[in-house]
């Protein structure tokens, strides 16, 4: 593989549950973020990892929560979903904290209902 | 907090007609600002990057402009092309530099007629 991918692709999830989404990225990449993009809204941070072991909160981090045990995965996890939280999610990396370009997976688009 | 929009929402021309997507911001304390393009069901890919002291910056059919005073950038496309429908986001960096939490605008998405 090259780059981020991201999995699953789409899950429908019933309101209360948990759900992770996953985010794998190959590029040896040391930050590494997470948004969600709403219609009319761009794009949120939800929380970041400026390197493997710390994380940071973004603008929308209420209801979700990471980890960055490694420097390749950073899994976002809701840990009782609301119809709120319906979105799609898109992992992103930079090879450092603070660099402009950043590398985008192909989204998650979740629906909670 | 930073705002920025993006208007129109959405835009249809026809093939070879030249594009012109605004992009507004409410804090002029920027680092820089990014246009990023994004197609259906994918991520984003980052199409030109203007510091904050730079007016424009160019890359083939694409130019963009900043106005930092005025809280105003502008991304041109000549000739457009069908491949060139996609959804066209721009995003800030603030200051200080070490504030790394880029605002997005909510995209203009663009249909280029053949």
């Known amino acids: 593989i090259a780059g981020i991918t991201q999995a699953p692709t789409s899950q429908i999830l019933a309101a209360g549950r948990r759900m992770t989404l996953r985010c794998t990225q190959d590029?040896?990449?040391?930050?590494m973020y997470w948004y969600r993009q709403d219609l009319g809204l761009g794009l949120r941070l939800i929380h970041y990892?400026?390197?493997?072991?710390?994380?940071g909160k973004g603008e929308v981090p209420d209801g979700y929560s990471v980890s960055r045990a490694n420097t390749d995965d950073f899994p976002l996890t809701l840990a009782s979903a609301v119809p709120s939280q319906t979105s799609v999610y898109f992992c992103?990396?930079?090879?450092?904290?603070?660099?402009?370009?950043?590398?985008f997976g192909p989204g998650t688009r979740l629906t909670v209902l | 907090k930073q705002e920025v929009t993006q208007i129109p929402a959405a835009l249809s021309v026809p093939e070879g007609e030249n594009l012109v997507l605004n992009c507004s911001f409410t804090?002029?304390?920027?680092?820089?600002l990014q246009w990023f393009r994004q197609d259906p069901g994918k991520g984003l890919t980052s199409l030109l990057l203007?510091?904050?002291?730079?007016r424009e910056q160019t890359s083939g059919r694409l130019n963009a402009s900043l106005d930092k005073s005025s809280g105003r950038s502008t991304l041109y496309i000549a000739a457009s092309q069908p491949g060139d429908s996609a959804t066209y986001l721009c995003?800030?960096?603030?200051?200080?530099?070490?504030?790394?939490?880029?605002?997005f605008g909510a995209g203009t998405t663009v249909t280029v007629r053949a």
């Open positions: 992103a990396s930079s090879d450092r904290w603070g660099s402009d370009t950043q590398y």
């Open positions: 590029m040896r990449h040391n930050a």
């Open positions: 990892s400026n390197t493997a072991g710390t994380t």
């Open positions: 804090d002029s304390a920027i680092y820089n």
């Open positions: 203007i510091q904050s002291s730079q």
């Open positions: 995003a800030v960096r603030p200051l200080p530099v070490n504030d790394y939490k880029l605002s």
